[in-house]
């Protein structure tokens, strides 16, 4: 017989920041309808399926939308904000480093790292 905890299971958003302070990108993909789901969570907003594993990200996606956030240079100057559409086919927020914050451009193909932002593991991209 299976011995039943008093924990329960970290959820979804648990899961998703113990692979990123672990260094690794993961999206969630539905075991019924095969579909890439982002941000994680229980239910596939496709199909409603509840059979969601965790699988590497391809890191590949491409810039669907960008902004530039005014910042004063004491505050550590301007910075992007960007949707990402990822080759999975699911869209997330993040920002594009290593080039000037107003280069950044629709279109652009990226690929994804994990590092610090502002102290905490996140995924961002980069040209």
């Known amino acids: 017989m299976a011995e039943i905890s008093d924990t329960p299971a970290p959820g979804p958003m648990a899961q998703w920041h113990g692979h990123l302070a672990a260094g690794r990108f993961m999206l969630q993909r539905c075991g019924a309808c ?6 994680p ?45 990822l080759e999975e086919g699911v869209r ?16 652009d193909a990226v690929r994804a790292r994990v590092q610090p ?4 593991p996140a995924v961002v991209f980069a040209p």
């Open 34 to 39: 095969q579909g890439a789901v982002f941000p």
């Open 117 to 120: 932002l502002a102290g905490e």
């Open 92 to 107: 997330m927020l993040s920002r594009v480093l290593e080039v000037p914050p107003e280069e950044v451009r629709i279109g």
């Open 41 to 85: 969570r229980r239910l596939c907003p496709t199909c409603a399926g509840t059979e969601l594993a965790w699988e590497p990200a391809s890191g590949r996606g491409t810039v669907h939308a960008v902004t530039v956030v005014a910042r004063s240079p004491d505050k550590g100057g301007p910075y992007n904000v960007v949707l990402v559409d």
